[in-house]
């Protein structure tokens, strides 16, 4: 598990991709409050080796 850390998905700091770890807020934000389709997925770009 520590060895994947980098690659799997993280909480973001903006809707929709806050989590509160409240399931109570959680139903009441996903219902009332639109997704967007403008999501963009990906990955992020690997870090270059730098030279010794």
């Known amino acids: ?6 690659v799997l ?3 973001g700091t903006r809707r929709p991709w806050v989590v ?3 399931f109570l807020r959680d139903v ?3 219902r009332l409050r ?3 389709d403008q999501m ?3 990955r ?3 870090a270059e ?3 010794a």
Do not use: C, E, T, Y
Not at 1 to 6: E, F, I, Q
């Open 1 to 6: 598990m520590l060895r994947a850390l980098d």
């Open 9 to 11: 998905p993280k909480s």
């Open 20 to 22: 509160s770890h409240d």
């Open 28 to 30: 009441v934000d996903h």
């Open 34 to 36: 639109p997704i967007d």
């Open 40 to 42: 963009v997925f990906g």
């Open 44 to 46: 992020v770009p690997a």
């Open 49 to 51: 080796a730098q030279p």
